[in-house]
């Protein structure tokens, strides 16, 4: 988020004075008017421990507005720079040569090319022309109601508090806090549903210039070293961005209960795509609690009183490739079905800011076919534009329908509704949707946005590059399959689809779901072992089959087993709350599991305990103590051992495929959960790997037996707040991936809200979550650190969901918007 600050002010008009009843006294009556069966004539926010807004309205704008107003109160500067990237205003107000991030991953970008991006955007109209469809291809009433109260709610705490009595430093007095519209909301969720694509090509769009234009294009590569090349950029960008568990346990998994849920997202601690947690109640219409992009007016993952569901990203590519034939005597043409196509140029201006604070523009010209833009990289990985362009397609660029499915899963009554949303919108973007419900069922389904690229196709239009790279799997990162389809053809764009909700998407009837009463679950891997006893079949654009899966998928299915046969080592059998909690938290390394004997051994049997690695001679002989003492395997603040044995880790995977490294015992598709294993101790690559760590920790000046709570934690405020977990290359379910922010250490993305959620056959959900970032990014908020301070001690917030706990809370506040 921008930290500029500037003595310009932004004019905010004057409001009327609002009636604002505020209480710390709980009674039993319904606030702001209400009576039972109804909502209130007033929205209401009932803020309850750790700040969470409990939000009761009459209608969906008196709901949205309520939402509005609580988010900005706790958001407001991370929200109005998202508002000023999709406006394309970064560089006006921050400068061209600043860091953004338009999609899943952290400063992906500079402000000129995000702002050159938006700005196309905005030219042609892509969110209003959307917005001019009637449901179900634009947004449904009830969204268009919420997001116009959002607005109100928005633009209500920005006029009471004004730009110069916002308390957080980040936008203190800023000029480009604004009142914003309705069409700058739907620009950000638009912004989100597409980012898959955006974090991978935007660079290359912006950039993208026919030869002589600008400097020289990179020579063109083979096709076996371009795939390579593609596959490799992809896997790096996959490790560094968003992720996710989710486990859904039916009736046969669960104790004391007929299903539960355990969603546990991996999404950046900072910026656009921090979570907010929310409760959200109409009475008689909709009664749903979680968690959701900040600014997108509904529950993204959550529960209501009867359905409880999760997201995880998914292993389908969220774009499309075609290369296409230019013209080398004039490259802005190409061929198409043996005839010349003039591409489109379209010039696109920004503002700038220069150095000496005066105000210009940037200009460039963006180029495009008719299967879409021009891109000239790929991740960072050069496309040339010489005898051929690349041209992207994104299959999410006419989706605003993920609005209308989350709030069709905000109302579902069982798992068949969920199904029956995702199928008829088929909007979201590049998720899993895995659920349980109150009669005992556990969903998995990957009924998505999925461009319809069939295994028929593919095989009748994939490129030579694009064979390479669309049969060739990545599974320690997950790469997804990406087409590269040749644009010479005009049959080898992609088929309509008359089931499909949109035009070249695959027929989401065609897509993967299971249904069980045991388990199912994800872990960012395909769909192929949602349940390893009922393997799924699914086209090859969805992600691959019979090959190893991650070791975080492994412990994921794992841990599941043994609870259910009661075989972990804690009492009874089938999921409870406390028994679900511990083993999330208890923070165990599936890799450890199956390579720290081997590792001990291998530095055991180091002739003197040294190794020459890089030039440099290692004394390896203090690790080896260090790591057989590390008897837990798992990555808790207090754990010793367990930095070493991480670095040891990265070392030794170093981006390659999990079947790839030393194991005595190869993988088996028919034991794919146990294989490979047995870690080979007399390979030398264990001991250099090992040496490499042990020499990267004394260069840091890190004790090889340090605390995790020594070198993975954040500060906040001074205060120094250990992390428990770590990076799911290691098998952790509890992802953490440590990083720096403005210099100091911090968690770039991992665990963020994390929900449990336990049914019985009657009565209300029991459910218990813990929001690790907290929920305000205003440093002076007291609910900056109070949640993520109860995740560094493994805690949880016991979930108020019925009017009577939530009248209860010795924490209550009212606030009674008129």
């Not at 990957?446 to 694009?466: F, K, M, S, W, Y």
């Amino acid at each position: 988020m921008a930290r500029r600050r500037s003595r310009a002010r932004l004019p905010i008009a004057v409001v009327a004075a609002v009636a604002v009843m505020t209480t710390t006294a709980a009674t039993g009556a319904l606030p702001g008017g209400a009576t039972a069966g109804t909502g209130p004539d007033r929205p209401t926010i009932r803020y309850t421990e750790y700040g969470i807004p409990h939000i009761i309205a009459s209608d969906w704008e008196g709901l949205g507005t309520g939402y509005g107003y609580a988010a900005a109160k706790d958001n407001i500067c991370t929200l109005a720079d998202t508002y000023l990237m999709v406006d394309a205003q970064r560089s006006r107000h921050l400068g061209p040569d600043g860091r953004t991030s338009p999609g899943q991953n952290q400063n992906t970008t500079t402000n000129l090319n995000s702002d050159l991006y938006f700005q196309r955007l905005k030219d042609n109209a892509v969110v209003e022309r959307l917005l001019d469809r009637p449901a179900p291809d634009g947004p449904e009433p009830e969204v268009r109601e919420a997001v116009r109260g959002y607005v109100r709610g928005y633009n209500r705490y920005l006029a009471e508090t004004g730009v110069d009595g916002i308390t957080d430093p980040a936008c203190k007095g800023a000029p480009w806090v604004r009142p914003i519209t309705e069409l700058d909301v739907y620009r950000h969720a638009h912004a989100e549903i597409i980012m898959g694509s955006a974090d991978a090509l935007l660079d290359g769009q912006v950039n993208a210039a026919p030869p002589g234009a600008r400097a020289a294009a990179p020579p063109v590569s083979s096709p076996a070293k371009t795939a390579k090349g593609i596959r490799a950029a992809m896997a790096a960008n996959r490790r560094d961005s968003m992720g996710s568990n989710a486990l859904a346990v039916g009736s046969q998994g669960v104790s004391g209960g007929t299903g539960m849920l355990l969603a546990n997202p991996h999404f950046p601690w900072q910026g656009k795509n921090r979570m907010w947690q929310s409760h959200l109640t109409i009475p008689g219409e909709v009664n749903v609690s979680g968690a959701s992009l900040l600014g997108l007016p509904a529950v993204n993952i959550g529960h209501n009183d009867d359905v409880a569901w999760s997201h995880t990203v998914a292993t389908v590519a969220p774009f499309g490739l075609f290369d296409v034939q230019v013209d080398p005597l004039n490259p802005t043409t190409y061929l198409v079905d043996g005839a010349w196509e003039k591409m489109t140029s379209q010039r696109v201006t920004v503002g700038v800011r220069r150095p000496d604070g005066s105000l210009g523009e940037v200009s460039r010209t963006l180029w495009s076919t008719r299967y879409g833009p021009v891109t000239t990289s790929i991740v960072g990985y050069p496309l040339p534009w010489v005898v051929s362009a690349h041209v992207v397609r994104d299959p999410n660029m006419d989706n605003l329908r993920a609005l209308n499915t989350w709030f069709g899963l905000d109302r579902a009554k069982d798992v068949h509704d969920v199904v029956d949303v995702l199928e008829t919108t088929q909007g979201v973007p590049f998720f899993n949707t895995i659920a349980s419900d109150r009669k005992g069922n556990a969903l998995y389904a990957d009924i998505q946005v999925v461009p319809n690229v069939t295994d028929e196709h593919a095989r009748a239009c994939l490129t030579e590059t694009g064979k390479l790279l669309f049969d060739q799997a990545l599974p320690l990162s997950n790469v997804p399959p990406v087409s590269i389809l040749d644009g010479k053809r005009s049959a080898c764009d992609w088929p309509d689809d008359p089931n499909a909700a949109a035009p070249g998407l695959l027929d989401p009837h065609k897509q993967p779901r299971l249904i069980r009463s045991d388990f199912v679950g994800n872990a960012n891997d395909s769909p192929w072992l949602a349940n390893p006893e009922q393997p799924l079949s699914f086209p090859r654009i969805m992600g691959d089959t019979a090959a190893p899966r991650s070791l975080r998928t492994q412990e994921l299915i794992l841990t599941a087993r043994k609870r259910i046969d009661g075989t972990d080592g804690l009492p009874g059998r089938g999921f409870t709350p406390e028994t679900m909690g511990k083993l999330l938290f208890a923070d165990n390394s599936r890799a450890a599991d199956l390579a720290l004997d081997a590792t001990v051994t291998a530095c055991r049997n180091t002739a003197f305990g040294l190794v020459l690695v890089d030039g440099n001679l290692v004394n390896i002989s203090e690790a080896c103590p260090v790591l057989a003492a590390w008897k837990s395997h798992d990555f808790t603040a207090d754990s010793r051992g367990s930095w070493l044995f991480a670095n040891h880790w990265a070392y030794l995977s170093g981006g390659k495929k999990l079947g790839d490294l030393p194991w005595r015992v190869p993988f088996d598709p028919k034991d794919p959960v146990h294989t490979p294993n047995s870690l080979d101790a007399g390979n030398s690559a264990v001991r250099d790997a090992l040496a490499r760590a042990v020499f990267a920790l004394r260069k840091a000046g890190i004790p090889l037996n340090a605390p995790l709570s020594d070198v993975q934690r954040v500060t906040r405020a001074g205060e120094r707040i250990p992390i428990h977990g770590s990076l799911g290359e290691l098998g952790v379910l509890n992802v953490i991936t440590p990083g720096q922010v403005d210099g100091k250490p911090d968690v770039t993305f991992g665990s963020s809200f994390v929900q449990q959620v336990r049914f019985t056959a009657d009565g209300p959900p029991e459910a218990y979550s813990v929001l690790a970032y907290s929920q305000s990014a205003d440093p002076t908020s007291p609910h900056h650190a109070d949640q993520t301070r109860l995740f560094s001690a493994s805690g949880w917030v016991t979930e108020r969901f019925t009017e009577e706990r939530i009248a209860a809370s010795p924490d209550l506040r009212i606030k009674v918007l008129d």
